[in-house]
């Protein structure tokens, strides 16, 4: 199974539509990740319209959308844990996002918030986060992610220059 995995849209503030590499590269995928900061419900309707959406909602999103901040799904038979990774203090974004779902065995933490693409395993814990597809703030590119679960869990990262 093909996951996206997206965050930090931020639209349409840092964007009018999400980028076509964006939606070419996540076309076909069986799942849509969205770790907050969609900003309107508009971004998650026409991500419904390439595949099945669920997402968390983030720290500059609008009480009204329909998402709460943790969540936790099981595909293929591995756990995965969804956050956008911005509650805590004193602490970076990714041990947050470890610490948000303390006493619970994951395979898989999915966060955003920071906007810079991670992936490390913390324990036995996949971290990633996917980066964002419209907003790299001082990143070199624009990003987001591609999780397949089969025999073995694999994350990437998928990059590119613009976002037009």
């Known amino acids: 199974m093909r996951i996206a995995v997206i ?10 539509k999400l980028p076509e590499k964006l939606v070419e590269g996540v076309r076909g995928t069986g799942l849509i990740i ?10 998650y309707e026409e991500l419904q319209t390439i595949a099945p959406v669920i997402g968390v909602r983030g720290n500059i999103d609008p009480p009204e959308l ?8 099981v595909k293929k038979g591995y756990r995965i844990g ?3 990774g911005h509650v805590g203090k004193k602490k970076t974004t ?3 996002a470890y610490e948000a779902f303390q006493g619970q065995k994951l395979d898989l933490i999915v966060f955003g918030h920071s906007h810079i693409p991670y992936k490390q395993y913390h324990g036995e814990t996949l971290l990633f986060n996917p980066g964002s597809p419209t907003d790299k703030r001082f ?3 624009f990003s987001y992610g591609i999780v397949t679960l089969g025999g ?4 990437e990262h998928i990059y590119y220059k613009r976002k037009d």
């Not at 709460?68 to 799904?73: A, T, V």
């Open 7 to 16: 965050s930090d849209t931020h639209m349409p503030k840092r964007a009018n």
């Open 139 to 141: 990143q070199p590119e």
């Open 82 to 84: 969804i956050v956008h």
């Open 66 to 73: 329909p998402f709460g901040e943790k969540l936790m799904i």
């Open 152 to 155: 073995t869990l694999d994350a």
């Open 94 to 96: 990714p041990d947050r």
């Open 34 to 43: 969205h770790a907050g900061d969609w900003s309107t419900i508009e971004v």
